[in-house]
């Protein structure tokens, strides 16, 4: 009976389209929102933040950039991790060409540069769907992680081509510490994700839906395709960017192409099938199961003191998340997302279902 | 000169064995309209099962059967346990169900038979002969015709038999083929079990050439811009298709490649398949579809 | 029939029309005007080329001969997105709603062409964006009530039965707040009373909002009984136009209909 809405009323139309219409809802926002920023830098272990919260959020941020384009514009890419690296590469030259840049500034200039990537390898969109354009755009993850590895310039010259990420700086304040690298992650990507709710609920939102759901339609109405689809491309693409710069500044340390190959893009792509297609939640509901399952087959695998070897668990590990995305698919297409929602109906019922 | 048509014909031959993946991927895209993402793991699984049961001591042979036998249990098993429940999806969810998949079997191949890299003999010495004063690589002349006559026998049987008309009429309208009483769920069954086969060779040829390890799976990479090229739905196109890649990679890597730094086979084939797509993007065999409203 | 509705000049015109897919002549030759205000219909058995000579003047098909122009603006290929900028909206055949969204949402859609913020004052939604929103979701709303469809707002339109999915299609055309209305077979596959349902509609916008309308309908009934003029298609050829009554009497039609030999 705690989560009801009755009595509620909704007497405008903006309350109506406010993000949380119901209280509970934005009672529990709150909450969540001084829990992470007020209490876990405080008091999480170096192991928790580093280790599990700051890659949660920034993996949540790819996914969430990949959800834009393939959830709601309908766009599939298999090219997430080449933006990413473009994303983290370009922060990178920025800041080591532009003495005295302001982190953020780099940051933000490495996330345009991501996006007018984006905008290049999704030019082909406008006549090529479906697979053929899941094809176009591995062109970018195989020319992006090759030219990077082949073009001295990108790295700096590095001998090994591998370089460790300068020293971050934002206001003065040296982010140093796992809790600082935390709460600056936290940061960016909350305000990333209030910027990405509003976009898709508004009109441009709804044009990326509109071409998801019958482009024939859409145009027909007036939307003009290929600004929309290029629009996707674009800002999926700055997302992108931004999480590969944080994932190797914050997280990494260094900067290194390997970081962002084939893999990774899959692994973005696993994390909105399992997490939910085309719902900002299920972007972080997919990025907290790929990051936790490892975690939690490593502690069962402890538990048998070393008798399952390494290997086979991350045998396992495979056929578990390829296992796992046949299962939603066939399931729950629309992830954890739509199973947290049918979660949300039903309290909204108790304890009277009828 | 000589030199030129060398690199062509060593490239032209890698391109059958590209067209040879790709043709697992057609022959599934034309039946059911799947894009079939885990053919790649196919290949490996098909390679790891047989080096394996030929390692026990068991003649070439029969461990041939044996790995044929289980590769068609495995596409059947495909399309009961997964293909089946995703009939209605849109074809970007089944893509996406393979690519799932091609991670369970890599996860299960690895699994079962281990993670070392075996090697593979056919009998067939790779050194070079020469024809007319090229140097042509034996294996790769083997491969090229064992490939060739695999193409051409199923070429043939979509076009002139009974089942490949079935085939056919599937691939064009479910709905109507069930109406005129083709049996829809057999028809499927067979076609993964022939992609199983076909999986089978290629992890036979590919396997000997590599080696038999999780690379194999990669194979896959190089077989989408062949299909690209060569359209989803025809067997010729991917012939066609294998032959521009193969060429084409290996021209560019040779003649283009000392200009940009080399290392571009990764991603030559991709860029031409997508400069291709610009210009006709139902492929060079491909139907062109007219969109109706 | 309204009376007093007032048909005013020729605002379409489409001249000597020809469209083939492939070798398929889907449309011959065809030349036909529309007037303001009207209600016209087009009629003819399957195959003539109705759809097609919708999408041909929406700009989704483009033929190879001839052109249309819409008032003055004359164009011999268009894409479907200008036309809607002049002022054309239209549903189709087999209903071509955006599934995933909810009822609201599609009808919003519809106004899209009408909404000029940016992509940068969305992601902050607060100002400019949420006063846009709001002043849309005023007129979505008249559009809601005028279809009676006020219940199932929220409801996301795959759920819907057929009858009413194709109400929120013409909410969604009708948000646009065109001046040419295109009808691909808004009647089909409804019982009797969602007809009349349907037809109420279509009179009430051209009676309030002054849209010229071109409609495809099979039932004649519901032909004869609107429409200020009937537009006859058979295999892709024009081979009547006139009022409901002078086509009514076409031998040329009679013996389309009827099946007997040309």
Excluded at chain 1, 41 to 59: H, N
Excluded at chain 1, 121 to 150: D, H, N
Excluded at chain 2, 229 to 256: M, W
Excluded at chain 3, 70 to 98: C, P, W
């Amino acid at each position: 009976m705690i989560y009801r809405e009755a009595g509620q009323f909704k007497i405008n139309y903006q309350s109506d389209s406010a993000i949380l219409p119901i209280v509970q809802d934005r009672m529990f926002m709150i909450g969540l929102m001084v829990v992470s920023f007020l209490v876990i830098p405080v008091l999480g272990s170096d192991y928790f933040l580093a280790g599990i919260l700051t890659p949660f959020l920034i993996l949540s941020l790819a996914a969430l950039g990949l959800n834009i384009l393939t959830g709601y514009a309908g766009q599939l890419s298999l090219g997430s991790a080449a933006f990413m690296a473009v994303g983290a590469f370009a922060t990178y030259n920025f800041m080591i060409r532009i003495p005295g840049i302001p982190l953020l500034l780099a940051l933000v200039l490495g996330g345009l540069m991501a996006a007018l990537v984006g905008i290049l390898f999704g030019l082909p969109s406008l006549r090529i769907k479906g697979f053929y354009l899941a094809v176009a755009t591995l062109a970018a993850q195989f020319f992006i992680e090759w030219a990077l590895t082949k073009f001295g310039w990108f790295t700096n010259y590095s001998s090994s081509g591998v370089i460790s990420a300068p020293e971050m700086q934002v206001f003065g304040i040296v982010i140093d510490s796992a809790a600082k690298k935390y709460l600056f992650t936290l940061a960016i990507v909350a305000l990333l994700t209030l910027a990405a709710k509003n976009m898709v609920r508004s009109s441009l939102g709804r044009s990326w839906m509109a071409v998801r759901d019958m482009d024939v339609a859409a145009e027909v109405i007036g939307i003009p395709i290929l600004k929309t689809k290029l629009l996707a491309f674009a800002i999926s693409s700055f997302y992108c960017g931004i999480a590969g710069a944080l994932w190797a500044f914050v997280l990494l340390g260094t900067v290194d192409p390997q970081a962002f190959d084939l893999h990774r893009s899959f692994q973005v792509l696993f994390m909105i099938i399992v997490g939910g297609v085309g719902s900002i939640l299920g972007s972080y509901l997919g990025a907290a199961f790929i990051v936790l399952l490892p975690i939690v087959l490593n502690l069962i695998g402890q538990l048998f003191h070393g008798a399952i070897s390494t290997q086979f668990l991350s045998n396992m590990e495979m056929m578990l998340f390829g296992g796992l995305i046949i299962f939603f698919l066939i399931v729950e297409p629309l992830g954890l997302a739509r199973l947290w929602q049918i979660a949300k109906e039903k309290l909204r019922m108790w304890p009277f279902p009828h | 000169m000589q030199f030129f048509i060398e690199v062509m014909v060593g490239g032209l031959l890698a391109g059958v064995m590209y067209s040879l993946v790709a043709l697992g991927f057609v022959l599934i895209y034309k039946a059911s309209g799947v894009f079939n993402f885990a053919q790649g793991a196919l290949v490996l699984f098909a390679a790891l099962t047989f080096v394996s049961i030929e390692k026990m001591g068991v003649p070439f042979w029969i461990a041939l059967a044996i790995t044929l036998g289980i590769m068609v249990l495995m596409g059947v098993a495909i399309e009961r346990i997964v293909l089946r429940r995703l009939v209605n999806q849109p074809p970007i969810s089944l893509f996406m169900a393979t690519i799932g998949l091609s991670f369970f079997i890599e996860g299960l191949a690895q699994t079962v038979w281990g993670t070392e890299v075996h090697g593979l003999e056919l009998g067939i010495t790779d050194e070079p002969f020469d024809v007319m004063g090229v140097f042509i690589s034996k294996f790769d002349l083997f491969a090229a015709t064992l490939s060739g006559v695999l193409v051409a026998g199923l070429a043939l049987f979509f076009q002139k038999t009974k089942l490949g008309r079935a085939l056919r009429a599937v691939a064009d309208d479910h709905q109507a083929a069930l109406s005129v009483g083709i049996p829809l769920k057999h028809i499927w069954a067979i076609v993964w079990a022939v992609a199983g086969f076909v999986a089978l060779v290629a992890g036979m040829l590919w396997g000997s050439r590599l080696g038999v390890q999780f690379a194999l799976t990669l194979v896959v990479l190089k077989a989408l811009p062949v299909l690209i090229l060569g359209g989803f739905t025809s067997v010729p196109g991917a012939i066609v298709g294998g032959l521009i890649v193969g060429a084409g990679e290996k021209l560019a890597e040779v003649y283009l490649g000392p200009f940009i730094g080399g290392g571009i086979e990764n991603w030559f084939p991709y860029m031409l398949a997508l400069v291709f797509l610009l210009v006709r993007p139902e492929g060079l065999f491909g139907e062109r579809h007219i969109e109706r409203v | 029939m309204n009376p007093h509705r007032k048909i005013g000049d020729v605002i379409l015109k489409a001249e000597n029309i020809s469209l083939s897919f492939g070798g398929v002549k889907a449309l011959t030759n065809i030349s036909l005007d529309v007037r303001e205000h009207e209600i016209c219909a087009i009629i003819g058995p399957n195959g003539a080329g109705k759809s097609s000579m919708l999408n041909v003047i929406n700009g989704v098909y483009h033929p190879q001969e001839g052109r249309v122009s819409y008032k003055g603006h004359v164009r011999d290929s268009m894409h479907a997105h200008e036309a809607a900028r002049h002022g054309i909206a239209r549903t189709f055949q087999n209903i071509a709603l955006f599934k995933g969204m909810s009822v609201l949402d599609n009808i919003m859609t519809g106004r899209n062409l009408k909404m000029h913020t940016n992509f940068l004052q969305q992601a902050l939604y607060w100002g400019a964006t949420q006063r846009e929103e709001i002043r849309h979701r005023r007129k979505v709303e008249e559009i809601i009530d005028f279809l009676q469809i006020e219940n199932i707002r929220k409801t996301p339109v795959g759920r819907l039965p057929y009858g009413l999915q194709k109400r929120v299609e013409l909410g969604r055309a009708l948000a646009a707040e065109p001046t040419l209305l295109l009808l691909d077979e808004p009647m089909a596959g409804m019982n009797v009373e969602e007809k009349q349902d349907m037809c109420r509609f279509i009179l009430d916008v051209n009676d309030e909002f002054g849209t010229t309308i071109v409609l495809i309908e099979h039932d004649m009934g519901v032909v004869m009984d609107i429409s200020d003029r009937v537009i006859v298609l058979d295999y892709g050829k024009k081979i009547g136009d006139g009022s409901p009554e002078e086509v009514r009497a076409n031998p040329d039609v009679i013996a389309a209909y009827l099946g007997t030999s040309h």
